[in-house]
């Protein structure tokens, strides 16, 4: 009887985990992310009270013989399943962390990715690197250096997010995983500083550093081509899939998340608990923050009205979408605030000085001068951007 109770209570702490950071839970629950960082924090102390309650049980039934081996058996299958759904499944099996990424140029990502693909676009220091959307969703995570900082660019399918941090925090660098998503979002997981960190504000929810964000870089989603026009001398990801395994995820993936998530109304997890209704659920907006005050620019708008000179929390800025690029530049050049039109692709300031979209001046009396790349929230579907900012305002274009 005692090996009984001791196998069926070694269920009990990795159940619990599995509920609590196991990803696919939140179909029926959402649990508070303190919790979460409670049970990823202690998660050896949780896994081994499991297992050794289970192995004390076994032996308790060989000593005394007084429980079914059968009961062993599926307990202890039921506690290796539940270790597995609370602490492998996303950051292990479906979503590893990619830390030795191998890259390719330009001319031979031409012959593996089509023009209209989308890659996420990073430049750091005048080293640009492009993640294609369809390599880059899993992983999720993938650690590298760029421009000289170590740095972790984080995709998220559900938000249509990338956003790309500095993988240092008070002198320690970090290794990240993605145990589980909240709201849609996916939170991620420092192991080697005990933080969680929530992946659309950067934000250290619990651990070292905590009430800190985390320092970003501009991240772009764009297609291959108008990248590769902006950086021809970019070098691409290579993680196309290996392996059986590898192939049978990313199709389910691609297919259950990346084109039903963008079909149906809502979300995929069903823990927001309302839809801001301004804008459709599933609308792509570029999401800014200055000042303590939040916009988002719908694209469809802004690519109708290519240029936008606007102030967001007394920060003067300009949001372009030109030739399938979208970004967000200040827009104060030597102590003058520029007003900027389109012309042939180019953004035009007052002065006639001609700006590529990556921000530099290519002709004209400020030739030479570069525009200071804002981060921003490039693309992220509007369900996400409004139910992390629900104060948040809505550009509309001037009729």
Same mark, same amino acid.
């Given at each position: 009887m005692v090996a009984t109770i001791l196998a069926v209570t070694a269920l009990i702490p990795v159940g619990a985990a599995s509920m609590i950071t196991g990803d696919f839970s939140q179909m029926v629950y959402k649990p508070k992310r303190r919790t979460v960082h409670l049970f990823l924090k202690h998660r050896f102390w949780i896994i081994g009270a499991s297992f050794d309650l289970w192995l004390a049980a076994v032996v308790l039934h060989f000593v005394l013989d007084d429980t079914s081996v059968v009961l062993l058996v599926v307990t202890g299958l039921f506690v290796a399943l539940f270790t597995l759904l609370g602490y492998g499944m996303s950051p292990y099996v479906i979503f590893p962390s990619l830390r030795k990424p191998e890259w390719i140029s330009a001319d031979e990502a031409d012959s593996v990715i089509r023009d209209d693909d989308d890659v996420i676009g990073v430049e750091i220091k005048g080293d640009a690197r492009a993640y294609p959307v369809d390599w880059s969703f899993r992983p999720h995570l993938i650690q590298e250096t760029i421009g000289g900082e170590s740095v972790v660019m984080s995709y998220c399918l559900l938000s249509n997010l990338g956003v790309t941090f500095r993988a240092e925090m008070d002198g320690t660098s970090m290794n990240c995983i993605m145990p589980i998503q909240w709201e849609?979002?996916?939170?991620?997981?420092?192991?080697? #500083?005990?933080?969680?960190?929530?992946?659309?504000?950067?934000?250290?929810?619990? #651990?070292?550093?905590?009430?800190?964000?985390?320092?970003?870089?501009?991240?772009?989603?764009?297609?291959?081509?108008?990248?590769?026009?902006? !950086?021809?001398?970019?070098? %691409?990801?290579?993680?196309?899939?290996?392996?059986? +395994?590898?192939?049978? %995820?990313?199709?389910?993936?691609?297919?259950?998340?990346?084109?039903?998530?963008?079909?149906?109304?809502?979300?995929?997890?069903? &823990?927001?608990?309302?839809?801001?209704?301004?804008?459709?659920?599933?609308?792509?907006?570029?999401?800014?923050?200055?000042?303590?005050?939040?916009? $988002?620019?719908?694209?469809?708008?802004?690519?109708?009205?290519?240029?936008? /000179?606007?102030?967001?929390?007394?920060?003067?800025?300009?949001?372009?979408?030109?030739?399938?690029?979208?970004?967000?530049?200040?827009?104060?050049?030597?102590?003058?605030?520029?007003?900027?039109?389109?012309?042939?692709? $180019?953004?035009?300031?007052?002065?006639?000085?001609? +700006?590529?979209?990556? #921000?530099?001046?290519?002709?004209?009396?400020?030739? #030479?001068?570069?525009?200071?790349?804002?981060?921003? !929230? /490039?693309?992220?579907?509007?369900?996400? +951007?409004?139910?992390? /900012?629900?104060? &948040?305002?809505?550009?509309?274009?001037?009729?």
């Open positions: 849609n979002n996916m939170v991620i997981y420092d192991t080697s #500083g005990d933080r969680l960190i929530q992946q659309i504000d950067g934000s250290v929810l619990h #651990g070292e550093g905590v009430g800190q964000p985390l320092e970003t870089y501009p991240t772009l989603i764009m297609s291959w081509a108008a990248w590769r026009r902006l !950086h021809p001398d970019t070098t %691409v990801l290579h993680n196309p899939p290996a392996g059986l +395994w590898d192939r049978f %995820v990313r199709r389910f993936i691609g297919t259950k998340f990346l084109e039903e998530n963008r079909r149906r109304e809502g979300p995929m997890f069903p &823990t927001i608990d309302s839809i801001d209704d301004r804008l459709p659920s599933k609308a792509e907006v570029v999401g800014v923050e200055a000042g303590g005050i939040q916009r $988002a620019y719908p694209v469809e708008q802004l690519v109708a009205a290519r240029v936008v /000179n606007d102030d967001v929390g007394g920060l003067p800025m300009v949001v372009a979408a030109l030739d399938g690029v979208v970004a967000v530049f200040e827009r104060t050049v030597g102590g003058d605030v520029l007003v900027f039109s389109a012309a042939d692709g $180019a953004l035009v300031d007052g002065t006639g000085t001609t +700006w590529d979209m990556t #921000g530099r001046a290519t002709g004209g009396q400020n030739e #030479g001068s570069q525009l200071v790349p804002y981060p921003h !929230h /490039n693309r992220i579907l509007w369900f996400i +951007w409004s139910n992390f /900012n629900p104060a &948040t305002e809505v550009f509309e274009v001037a009729s």
